[in-house]
T-cell receptor
Framework: NAGVTQTPKFRILKIGQSMTLQCTQD?????MYWYRQDPGMGLKLIYYSVGAGITDKGEVPNGYNVSRSTTEDFPLRLELAAPSQTSVYFC?????????????FGPGTRLTVT | DAKTTQPNSMESNEEEPVHLPCNHSTISGTDYIHWYRQLPSQGPEYVIH???SNVNNRMASLAIAEDRKSSTLILHRATLRDAAVYYC???????????FGAGTTVTVRA
């Protein structure tokens, strides 16, 4: 299994541009998540999905959109990029398993908006 | 969400044990204690979790206080590869998400 893969690894955007961060998992997990991590900080949840066709907002959803048309893919869309969206973005997935919350993370996408 | 408190940083020598404390005085009976770590320039990875009893796995041990208001992650013999940020997180079994705080930055000296 490749686990959780993210593309691209790095990206520089100009203010006002748009882009889509790709995330794919091959573990047949129902739950998928997008986080952002600013320098020296913990992760903040942007959006999550509990299954294909179902998405919901996390703590910091403004400026982002998501879709979940398949179990495997959970792309994150940035419209009208702003410098405040400069961050490292992590995608994650997990299966529902009672008390264990083993979440699998991708390697991250480092985004700079200038 | 129930809150956890961890020291900002800890240092250790290679081959020595590391004890990482976590306070969670407002923990509820259904909260599981999870630990994740984040190596430099990588996404977080799961380390261990427990509910009431102490737990061991190949990466670490988790010691949980009898009143569950605190726990300690134990790395038995630190290596340079264990240098990372360690997060202590409470997870409620019917919840959908993890909440990451700032964690403890562990430095391992050769």
């Amino acid at each position: 299994n490749a686990g959780v893969t993210q593309t691209p690894k790095f990206r520089i955007l100009k203010i006002g541009q748009s882009m889509t961060l790709q995330c794919t998992q091959d573990m047949n997990h129902n739950y998928m998540y997008w986080y952002r991590q600013d320098p020296g900080m913990g992760l903040k949840l942007i959006y999550y999905s509990v299954g294909a066709g179902i998405t919901d907002k996390g703590e910091v959803p403004n400026g982002y959109n998501v879709s979940r048309s398949t179990t495997e893919d959970f792309p994150l869309r940035l419209e009208l990029a702003a410098p405040s969206q400069t961050s490292v973005y992590f995608c994650a997935s997990r299966n529902f398993d009672g008390g264990s919350y083993e979440q699998y993370f991708g390697p991250g996408t480092r985004l700079t908006v200038t | 969400d129930a809150k956890t408190t961890q020291p900002n940083s800890m240092e250790s020598n290679e081959e020595e044990p590391v004890h990482l404390p976590c306070n969670h005085s407002t923990i509820s009976g259904t909260d599981y204690i999870h630990w994740y770590r984040q190596l430099p320039s990588q996404g977080p990875e799961y380390v261990i979790h427990g509910l009431t009893s102490n737990v061991n796995n190949r990466m670490a041990s988790l010691a949980i206080a009898e009143d569950r208001k605190s726990s300690t992650l134990i790395l038995h013999r630190a290596t340079l590869r264990d240098a990372a940020v360690y997060y202590c997180i409470l997870y409620r079994s019917n919840d959908y998400k993890l909440s990451f705080g700032a964690g403890t930055t562990v430095t391992v000296r050769a």
